[in-house]
């Protein structure tokens, strides 16, 4: 069951991936009024929230765009950083939306962040150890159940994960309205666009779900 469940969520990742790049396609050929490239939206947006520390910089790569707070740069992809339509703003503001909450102290951010090296330590050993356990369950079985609870952060990481991402569209979308940087049919554009980009971060947090109850499925039933 839980083979069966993992396989459909696999399904409409790859589903919601081609459905992401399609939506991105369309609403890059949609013109923004406000005529601001994804640059200018960035900058417009911290200076508009009082964010002086934060350089917009631009990466390589499609859908790269993300927000270091470490750095305290928005990291924003060429077709991003440099163009003129409702996807460019859309991310581009998403991207600030992070920046803002990490001004603001976001409290899911600031758990999240506290999470990230935890995490990034256990993701070295995990699938080594998971697959160590499994194979020898019958002689070591809280090998398996070590793994498991590190799985089980990486899954807690991805719901953790979630209020971040729709909170942060939802300050881009909220200041964009507000800035009149888009008319209402752009901002739609814009919402859409960024509602299949969130789409994929819940699919990742019931994948990752859909896999820890197959390793304790595995873990629970070693006796059989």
Do not use: C
Not at 51 to 59: A, C, E, F, L, T
Not at 91 to 110: D, K, P
Not at 167 to 192: G, P, V, Y
């Amino acid at each position: 069951m839980y083979i069966v469940l993992i396989v459909l969520v696999l399904g409409a990742s790859w589903l919601v991936q081609t459905r992401l790049k399609s939506k991105f396609r369309k609403y890059s050929q949609t013109p923004i009024s406000s005529n601001l490239t994804g640059r200018e939206i960035a900058e417009k947006m911290l200076a508009d929230h009082g964010i002086y520390d934060v350089k917009v910089i631009s990466v390589n790569g499609q859908l790269t765009d993300h927000y270091n707070p470490i750095k305290k740069t928005v990291n924003l992809s060429e077709v991003v950083y440099n163009h003129r339509n409702a996807a460019a703003a859309a991310v581009a503001a998403h991207e600030v939306g992070h920046a803002v909450q990490h001004a603001r102290s976001y409290s899911w951010l600031h758990m999240r962040s506290r999470l990230v090296p935890v995490v990034s330590a256990s993701s070295r050993y995990m699938q080594w150890i998971l697959l160590v356990g499994i194979l020898t369950i019958q002689v070591f079985p809280y090998l398996l159940l070590a793994g498991i609870v590190m799985f089980a952060l990486t899954t807690l990481f991805s719901f953790i994960t979630l209020p971040v991402e729709f909170d942060a569209s939802n300050r881009a979308l909220l200041w964009m309205e507000e800035r009149n940087i888009a008319r209402q049919d752009e901002l739609e554009d814009s919402k859409d666009a960024l509602k299949w980009a969130a789409m994929t971060y819940v699919l990742a947090a019931v994948s990752s779900l859909a896999t820890l109850l197959y390793y304790i499925s595995i873990f629970m039933g070693r006796r059989n």
